[in-house]
């Protein structure tokens, strides 16, 4: 996905902005040195975000070396830029333009990471790990309630959803198969695929439901 | 924040928010401002509806998230 995605809205008056996203502005689309320079500094920025990404992902990726942190980080940049250049009548001036930039970089420098961290994996689509967290550690109060709640979402991952929701949902929510990775092996972006997601998960809401369970997950922060 | 138990977190990433959220593509046209004001203090979750939902739902917005407020942090203001 990364560089298709859309930062939405129009172009804002000029006055509604902070001097400095003005004058980011105003220099990107000046044309001659003035917008060469502000380019290349646009790219600065860009490559220095993406490297504050991978620099916070290296530890996933044991099997990289240094150059490949950097190929990806200037790859990223080198994306971006283009996002960015294509999208500033997008900037609503809803934060700086310096935020507003660091964000397409985070993205593709991230998109990239997990494509690399899952390249040559196969993509388990099948709910083989439900054992591990079936009953570890609970009592047989506990467990009978857990055995009987894990029991409803099974059926209901089997029963309730299409396949399609269902190999979505089992990739990315049972076996942590990153998005981008998955929607890139089934052919789909991103949004599609977490809309996927989203009606599997009421889906199975509603069948939980039905079978008179009441959900007590926490919802965390 | 609560620590949650094995089973809690993988009912959570099986059975998603409960409640309204955005989608990915709004999330990330709203990401630059909710992280600002985060930094700012201010209430970003009344601000900017359901983005804090899809961030539970969504492992992949949930880091660059994080990633983007870290990085906006450590910028002087």
């Not at chain 1, 996933?60 to 500033?88: K, M, N, Q, W, Y």
């Not at chain 1, 967290?133 to 209901?156: C, I, K, M, S, Y």
Request: aromatic share 6%; glycine share 8%.
């Amino acid at each position: 996905m990364g560089a298709s995605k859309s930062s939405g809205g129009t172009a804002v008056a000029a006055s509604t902005l902070d001097p400095e996203s003005q004058r980011w502005l105003r220099e990107l689309r000046s044309g001659g040195e003035t917008q060469t320079a502000a380019v290349a500094s646009l790219h600065a920025l860009l490559l220095r975000a993406a490297r504050f990404e991978v620099a916070r992902r290296r530890a996933t990726l044991p099997h990289l070396r240094g150059g490949d942190f950097d190929d990806i980080a200037l790859e990223a940049a080198d994306d971006a830029l283009v996002s960015v250049l294509a999208r500033l009548d997008d900037f609503r001036g809803a934060s700086r333009f310096t935020t507003w930039v660091y964000k397409f970089a985070i993205l593709e420098a991230a998109v990239k990471l997990r494509r690399r961290a899952w390249q040559g994996r196969e993509i388990p689509l099948e709910p083989e790990t439900w054992s591990l967290f079936a009953t570890e550690g609970a009592t047989p109060g506990e467990e009978v309630e857990r055995t009987e709640l894990l029991a409803a979402v099974q059926d209901g991952i089997a029963t309730a959803l299409t396949p399609h929701q269902r190999r979505v949902l089992v990739a990315l929510a049972v076996n942590g198969v990153p998005i981008d990775v998955l929607a890139d092996r089934l052919g789909k972006n991103r949004g599609a695929l977490y809309k996927t997601l989203h009606d599997a998960r009421r889906k199975l809401r509603g069948h939980l439901a039905a079978s008179g369970l009441t959900l007590t997950v926490e919802e965390g922060r | 924040m609560t620590e949650r138990s094995e089973l809690e977190q993988a009912l959570a990433r099986v059975l998603g928010p409960s409640g309204p959220e955005l989608s990915c593509d709004e999330c990330f046209a709203k990401l630059d401002r909710y992280v600002e004001l985060e930094v700012a203090g201010a209430d970003a979750d009344a601000a900017v509806p359901g983005f804090r939902a899809h961030l539970e739902g969504c492992p992949a917005c949930r880091e660059e998230h994080e990633s983007l407020l870290e990085l906006v942090r450590g910028e002087p203001s």
